[in-house]
């Protein structure tokens, strides 16, 4: 059983930052592709970014392209995503999800995190 919880999410002004992290639990976390999706309210769960377990290649959303990066510790078991540049827009909640290589589409990720709200003021 695989248990991913993320954390770092809260109320920021646009142009601030803020930096979510994913810890994982129950498996061999450097083995896995680990995305970020979110959801606002109302519309479907998008793609954010995703990292690959073999040579961390990344992958993202053009929306937050030059705003936001992933990246790993395997160490410690936990995936970060730093948002940069926030934009009312990125107001959701964000979930974490493994998978067994990076991905965009959601339904290849196995496992999810409960998520953590972000919320974006203008």
Known sequence: QVHLVESGGGLVPAGG??????????????????????QAPG???????AINWGH???FYADSVKGRFTISRD???????????SLKPEDTAIYYCAQAPSGSYA?????????????????
């Open 74 to 84: 395997n160490a410690r078991s936990t995936v970060y995503l730093q948002m940069n």
């Open 43 to 49: 519309k479907e769960r998008e793609f954010v970014a």
């Open 17 to 38: 930052s803020l930096r979510l992290s994913c810890a994982a639990s129950g498996r061999t976390f450097s083995r896995y592709a680990t995305g970020w999706f979110r």
């Open 106 to 122: 959601a339904t290849t990720y196995t496992y999810w995190g409960q998520g953590t709200q972000v919320t974006v003021s203008s």
């Open 56 to 58: 961390s290649t990344t």
